[in-house]
């Protein structure tokens, strides 16, 4: 039993440092400094984690994202305290120990293992069915109708696109 409560699914970044050239697997969801240099580091791809294996299809390997990233099946993640900050408390990737506010080492107090998730969404305007993100909670692109998922709580939007793009169906057939 782990004393803390890990989150159900988490989103996993690749991160390079534009600085030393540092590249690391983060939590995404905070801030987070390279802990190789301690600059910012910039977000590249990302995918979904899930705690629990159930969700899992059988038989899958490390995963080759669009951007030739290999993303693991499989990813240790620590939840970890700062002793000298009052919010010092973050999940994290295991060896990431660098704390994002005071910049101290911080303590891993428990670890959980998350799994890729396989599971796929639906595009709300093409109903393309391969995308990786839920579309409320998305930076994703659709590769179909190329919608982007970032302007999703905007209603108009949506429906804007929407009609348009059922316009261009029509008009193909
Ligand atoms: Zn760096
Ligand atoms: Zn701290
Ligand atoms: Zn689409």
């Keep these: ?20 050239n540092n590249n690391e697997f983060i939590v995404d969801g905070q801030t987070q400094i390279c802990n190789n240099c301690k600059e910012l580091l910039f977000r590249t791809d990302e995918r979904i984690y899930v705690l629990n ?4 299809q ?6 080759l ?23 010092g408390e973050e999940v994290v990737i295991k060896d990431q120990v660098i704390c994002q506010q ?14 890729y998730s396989n599971k796929t969404y639906k595009c709300p305007i093409c109903g393309y069915e391969g995308l990786y ?3 409320d909670n998305s930076y994703e692109t659709c590769p179909n109708c190329e919608f982007d998922f970032t302007s999703y709580n905007d209603e108009g939007a949506i429906n804007e696109y929407k009609e348009k793009w059922d316009k261009k169906q029509n008009e193909q057939n």
């Design 133 to 135: 993100f839920p579309p």
């Design 102 to 115: 005071c910049e101290e080492q911080m303590v891993i107090e428990d670890t959980a293992m998350y799994f």
């Design 1 to 20: 039993m782990t004393k803390h409560k890990f989150p159900e699914e988490i989103y996993i970044a690749y991160a390079v440092c534009r600085n030393c």
């Design 53 to 56: 294996k159930k969700d899992i």
């Design 65 to 87: 994202s669009k951007n030739e990233i290999v993303f693991p099946e499989k990813i240790l993640v620590g939840y970890a305290t700062c002793s000298t900050a009052a919010n």
């Design 58 to 63: 059988q038989g899958k390997k490390d995963i």
